[in-house]
C-alpha cells in the first residue's frame, strides 16, 4: 500500500554563511558534497548523504518568492529548519493533505545539476510545502525522490566521523502537547505519545522529540538554544564508533560536551548554529 508519508527523508539546517558551514562540517567529520544550485529557489546546498537519509546545509543565493520565508527565518539565526518526509509520491501526499486540513501548497518541480562519475547529470525531486499555519513548529515538508540514483550513492556516505544514519530530531516547544492534533495529520492517529512534559513522535523512521525548554536543557547540559522561542533544536546522529568519532573531533578541535558515556554533544557555535547529538 502507497503512503502519503512514510517516515523522515532529510533535514535541512539554513545557514547565513555557507562557505563558512562546509567548513564547519567538513571539520566535524563529514564528508561535505560539491555545491549543489537550485537555480528555480535562489539557493544553494551541501548535503551529508547516508544510506537511506541526508541532511543538507542550505543558504539563500538570490532573493526569489520560493525562499522568502526562509530568509525571513535566518533573521532569527540559522539552525535546523526543516524536516523533509518521504513520500511514495508527491501527488499522494498532495491529495491527503488536503483531505486532513493542512492547506498544502501544489506539488513543486524542481532539480539540481550534480556530477555523478565525471558526468553532470539532474537530481530531480517533487515536494509538497505546508503553510505557516500549519507546522508544529518544525517546518514539515514532503520530498519525492525522481532520480534518488543521484543522490543515495554509497561512495557518498563513506565519513571521516564514522556518521551511518539521522537519529532523530529534538523540537523545544513550551506547550508539547497542544500539538499532538496537528501532528497526527501527517503521522496518523496515535503517532504522538506523551513523554513526561514533552511527547516522543512517530514519523515511521526516525523519532521526533518534543521538549519543553527546561526539561531540553536538563536532557542536553551546557548547551544554549539558539532562539528564546519554540524551534526545531537538535539532530541526532548515529555513528559507527563513539570512541573513534570523539578521537577525530579532538584531533580537528571541536569543543565537544559529553554528558555521560553514549553521548557526545557539538554545540550551535561549532555547527552553523545547529546542535549536534553523535551517539553509536
Not at 518521504?86 to 501548497?105: H, K, S
Not at 529534538?170 to 504522538?192: C, H, M, N, R
Request: charge should be neutral.
Amino acid at each position: 500500500m502507497k503512503r502519503a508519508v512514510k517516515g523522515l527523508d532529510h533535514i535541512v539546517v539554513m545557514v547565513d554563511d555557507i562557505d563558512a558551514a562546509e567548513k564547519a562540517y567538513t571539520k566535524l567529520g563529514f564528508q561535505v558534497q560539491p555545491r549543489g544550485l537550485h537555480k528555480k529557489l535562489g539557493t544553494a546546498n551541501h548535503l551529508m548523504i547516508f544510506d537511506t537519509d541526508y541532511f543538507e546545509i542550505l543558504g539563500i543565493v538570490e532573493p526569489t518568492p520560493f525562499n522568502a520565508e526562509r530568509r525571513d527565518w535566518l533573521k532569527g539565526s540559522g539552525g535546523l529548519a526543516n524536516v523533509a518526509l518521504a513520500t511514495d509520491g508527491a501527488d499522494l501526499a498532495y491529495e491527503t493533505f488536503r483531505a486532513a486540513g493542512l492547506n498544502p501548497d501544489a506539488p513543486l518541480d524542481f532539480d539540481r545539476a550534480v556530477e555523478v562519475a565525471g558526468k553532470t547529470e539532474h537530481a530531480a525531486f517533487r515536494t509538497v510545502r505546508i503553510p505557516k499555519t500549519n507546522l508544529p513548529v518544525v517546518g514539515f515538508f514532503v520530498c519525492e525522490h525522481l532520480t534518488p540514483q543521484f543522490v543515495y550513492r554509497p561512495e557518498w556516505a563513506k565519513h571521516p566521523n564514522g556518521a551511518r544514519s539521522i537519529g532523530g530530531v529534538t523540537v523545544i516547544a513550551e506547550q508539547p502537547a497542544k500539538w499532538i492534533a496537528e501532528l497526527e495529520k501527517y503521522f496518523g492517529k496515535d503517532s504522538a505519545k506523551r513523554e513526561g512534559d514533552g511527547l516522543i513522535v512517530d514519523t515511521g523512521t526516525q523519532p521526533i522529540r518534543y521538549l519543553t525548554r527546561k526539561d531540553y536543557m536538563a536532557r542536553y547540559p551546557g548547551i544554549t538554544p539558539v532562539r528564546p522561542v519554540d524551534h526545531p533544536a537538535l539532530l541526532t546522529v548515529r555513528v559507527d564508533s563513539l570512541p573513534a568519532c570523539a578521537a577525530l573531533l579532538k584531533k580537528n578541535r571541536v569543543a565537544v560536551l559529553e554528558p555521560d558515556a553514549a553521548r557526545l554533544l557539538v554545540p550551535p557555535a561549532e555547527a552553523a548554529h545547529l546542535t549536534i547529538e553523535f551517539v553509536q
